[in-house]
Nanobody
Framework: QVQLVESGGGLVQAGGSLRLSCAAS????????MAWYRQAPGKQRELVAS???????NYAESVEGRFTISRDDAKNTVYLQMNSLKPEDTAAFYC????????????????WGQGTQVTVSS
């Protein structure tokens, strides 16, 4: 089994910063892409940022320049540094990872964390 556990969420005022972490554990042979998604009440889950195994990053236009995604393969962990937070950033944030559990698996499976709440007050 593979488990993703997020941490670092909380309540902050507009303009503040938070750093989210997501650690993967269990049967892991190789982690390909990793990403952060968020979902606000009544809205669809949206991709916030992603990072490939080679370090290539992509960001939603709404967070470009404010958020930074990074990964530490030695720790099987992905991070999301969030600066200049806005009330509209308020959402449950979920990490996502494409994981090959064993060397004989032909393709990776997608796993999700349980989510961590980020609330930005005005």
């Amino acid at each position: 089994q593979v488990q993703l556990v997020e941490s670092g969420g909380g309540l902050v005022q507009a303009g503040g910063s938070l750093r989210l972490s997501c650690a993967a554990s269990g049967s892991i042979f190789r982690i390909n892409n990793m990403a952060w998604y968020r979902q606000a009440p009544g809205k669809q889950r949206e991709l916030v940022a992603s990072i490939t195994s080679g370090g290539t990053t992509n960001y939603a236009e709404s967070v470009e320049g404010r958020f930074t995604i990074s990964r530490d393969d030695a720790k099987n962990t992905v991070y999301l540094q969030m600066n200049s937070l806005k009330p509209e950033d308020t959402a449950a944030f979920y990490c996502n990872a494409d994981v090959r559990r064993f060397s004989f698996e032909l393709y990776a499976r997608t796993y999700w964390g349980q989510g961590t709440q980020v609330t930005v007050s005005s």
